[in-house]
């Protein structure tokens, strides 16, 4: 789909300058993440962190409404040719948004639990997953950018299968007799959620290169498996 976009778009002079904002919106996502997990990890103050980190969501949001502007801008002279690919760059860029407000809400959980994650259960696969996550950025935005299917594709099983892992943390969290900290055990799940929510994010931008304009963002959906 995505090289739709590019025959719709490359007799403007805007195709340039979309591609490189949608790129400076993962790099401000991965950075996000990057700096988040390091609040996480203690390895960072998250008082030193936060103007910039939420300086970078502001960004986002501006790159957002930027290209929006654009495609309306492209569409309105009357350009109905590439309508279809529009609809997918609007798609890929609200998914690029959604990521940094999830990086956002990574950072305060370091912000605001304050103790130590002490259940090896749950923190040692939780930190696989954001390892998982990481090389995700730089991967979706290659396979975007160069319009590669065999590497989206291979984005999107990752992201699956880091999704899978998150359900099973959180249905094993919400059903554990266990004896847990109440704030520990909230920080757990909020974290399956966020990763979750960023992979799966990642794993729709990666679609966007494979993907009818109807399934971007769609997978083929099975009944949870019990735990």
């Not at 501006?62 to 529009?86: F, K, P, T």
């Not at 760059?89 to 407000?101: N, Q, T």
């Amino acid at each position: 789909m995505w090289q739709k976009i590019l025959d719709a778009l490359t007799t403007t002079d805007a195709l340039g300058e979309m591609m490189s904002q949608l790129g400076d919106m993962l790099e401000a996502g991965q950075w996000m993440f990057e700096r988040a997990s390091e609040v996480l990890m203690r390895r960072m103050d998250w008082a030193s962190s936060a103007r910039e980190l939420y300086a970078r969501d502001r960004q986002i949001n501006r790159i957002e409404q930027d290209l929006r502007e654009r495609v309306i801008a492209y569409l309105s002279v009357g350009n109905r040719s590439g309508l279809g690919a529009c609809l997918v760059l609007m798609s890929i860029v609200k998914d690029a948004e959604r990521i940094g407000d999830y990086c956002k809400n990574i950072f305060e959980v370091g912000k605001f639990y304050e103790r130590q994650y002490s259940h090896p259960q749950y923190a040692g696969p939780l930190e696989s997953v954001r390892g998982g996550v990481l090389p995700l950025f730089q991967r979706a935005r290659t396979a975007f950018v160069d319009s590669d299917s065999g590497l989206a594709r291979s984005v999107m099983d990752a992201a699956g299968s880091l999704t899978k892992t998150c359900d099973v943390l959180i249905r094993q969290l919400l059903s554990t007799t266990e004896p847990m900290p109440a704030d520990e055990a909230v920080a757990y799940v909020l974290l399956a959620r966020f990763y979750k929510r960023v992979a799966a994010h990642l794993g729709n931008i990666a679609s966007s290169v494979v993907s009818p304009v109807a399934l971007i963002d769609y997978r083929d959906e099975k009944l949870p498996e019990r735990v």
